[in-house]
């Protein structure tokens, strides 16, 4: 999904490691947030648990850039170490919005990391506000820490703590937490986000997607359950589970766009999901053609799908300048265009004089659709048919998925045939909603689908801004 200016944007990906057998806990973290570096690049950080003492170092960028080699090594080494790399869904992209947060309370410190967006933030912040709670920041994960912090005064455990703030807690949040003693994981009841276990010898691992276990060498143990709570101590592992038991709406954006295709989600791969959402495309919407190409990276995967059921050779149609991150400025609109260009490259000779398949992973706004097709053009490209491995986006996302308004979804505004007609290609077809089950049919949980129908599992909130607490 090639919407760089005005698109979508991934989350948040977190990481945890309790390690009693001497694991390096921070080079753990920092290779864990390089293979999740993808979910969020506007900033970082790392926080280590030193027998209780917990130091946290964070900066708005990328991993590699926020954590250099002299730092990494100047960093406290402890037991236990979460992580967390950004990208803003509730709250401007300013340092003091980075995580994980730091909190130091009457029960002792705690480090939290969040993947999710809270539907309820709002009603939540002015109530703590009234009763005279500070807020340093204006991201909802900073809500979360304030519920659990009220609920430790009286609980007898941190996940005790996590256990009753989850009754007030509202929409999607992946937390992992390290407490004094301990390393907490939960996942809302929901299971919006991913979130996984693995193990590394004696160490315990949570990550938002199994990447990030292969990144560091443990293996995958199990997903996390929609509700479920995991305590990790040396006292062992135990887990808390009276939040579970509702059906799930696990993102399918994640399969779709989001997550890596290496990842496994919820005992559902995300290359076979990518897969099969080809080959739904090429039944749905079959086309004569001489070559199928994909937008990369989440395109590629579906493009060969298409290209297998279709029987369309499959063709490397352009090549990604991958030293370019979401840090890229482009300002004015000429530099904008020169940035698309920049980033991809069509390979001509795989496109001169043919008929292509163009396939992407969505359209949020149309702007980089209607570049990228013009590089096609330009590169001689015969005919283009876009296909996308995704239902129209017709509603925002509250659950941690940066959908913009409906006044700026093109589907919203135009037909598919005014759609094709605006950003330039020859025909142009979408993925079925009624597809959509059928990309993860292991899936147990149920799908979340209501940024293409509107059906929210839980009710969105009355403000939807994501710089609601920016005054």
């Not at 027998?51 to 964070?58: N, P, T």
Request: some cysteine; proline content about 5%; charged content about 20%.
């Amino acid at each position: 999904m090639m919407e760089w200016q005005s698109g979508l944007h991934e989350e948040c990906g977190v990481f945890g490691i309790y390690s009693p057998d001497g694991v390096d806990v921070v080079s753990a973290s920092y290779h864990g947030l390089y293979a999740l570096q993808h979910r969020g690049q506007e900033s970082c950080g790392i926080a280590v648990n030193d027998r209780g003492v917990i130091s946290c170092y964070k900066d708005l960028g990328l991993v590699g850039e926020v954590f250099q080699p002299s730092l990494l090594e100047s960093m406290e080494r402890g037991q236990i170490a979460i992580g967390h790399c950004r990208y803003a869904t509730t709250g401007s992209q300013v340092l003091e919005n980075a995580q994980p947060l730091l909190i130091r309370h009457r029960k002792g410190n705690m480090a939290l990391a969040h993947n999710g967006n809270l539907t309820n933030a709002t009603e939540l912040r002015e109530e703590f506000e009234l009763q005279g709670d500070i807020f340093y920041g204006t991201s909802d994960t900073e809500v979360i820490a304030h519920a659990i912090t009220r609920a430790r005064l009286t609980a007898p455990s941190i996940e005790a703590a996590v256990e009753a703030a989850m009754h007030r807690l509202s929409g999607a949040y992946s937390l992992v937490i390290t407490s004094p003693r301990k390393l907490i994981a939960a996942r809302d009841p929901m299971g919006f986000r991913p979130l996984c276990m693995g193990r590394l010898g004696e160490s315990v691992i949570f990550a938002s997607e199994s990447c990030a276990l292969d990144a560091v060498g443990a293996v995958f143990v199990r997903d996390i359950e929609p509700g479920e709570i995991v305590a990790v101590s040396q006292e062992g592992i135990t887990s808390h589970k009276s939040h579970c038991g509702r059906r799930g709406s696990q993102c399918i954006f994640e399969y779709i766009y989001f997550a890596r295709p290496d990842s496994v989600i919820d005992g559902c791969s995300v290359h076979e999901a990518r897969l099969r959402a080809g080959v739904l495309l090429a039944r749905r919407h079959p086309v004569r053609a001489d070559v199928v190409v994909g937008v990369p990276d989440s395109g590629l995967d579906a493009a060969l799908g298409y290209s297998q059921e279709s029987g369309i050779p499959y063709g490397v149609g352009f090549v990604k300048n991958r030293y370019i991150g979401r840090t890229f400025i482009a300002p004015g609109q000429k530099q904008r265009e020169n940035a698309v260009r920049i980033k991809l490259n069509p390979l001509a000779s795989t496109v001169q004089g043919k008929r292509v398949v163009l396939i992407d992973d969505s359209i949020v706004r149309g702007t980089t659709s209607r570049q990228i097709v013009k590089l096609l053009r330009d590169a001689g490209a015969k005919e283009i048919h876009l296909r996308l491995s995704s239902p129209p986006f017709l509603y925002p996302c509250y659950f941690g998925v940066d959908v913009d308004s409906r006044e700026n979804l093109i589907a919203c505004r135009h037909s598919v045939k005014e759609i094709a007609w605006i950003i330039g290609v020859d025909s142009l077809g979408y993925l079925g909603v009624e597809d959509l089950p059928n990309l993860v049919p292991r899936c147990t949980h149920g799908i979340c689908d209501a940024c293409f129908t509107g059906n929210y599992p839980v009710p969105p909130p009355a403000v939807g801004d994501k710089c609601q607490f920016e005054a």
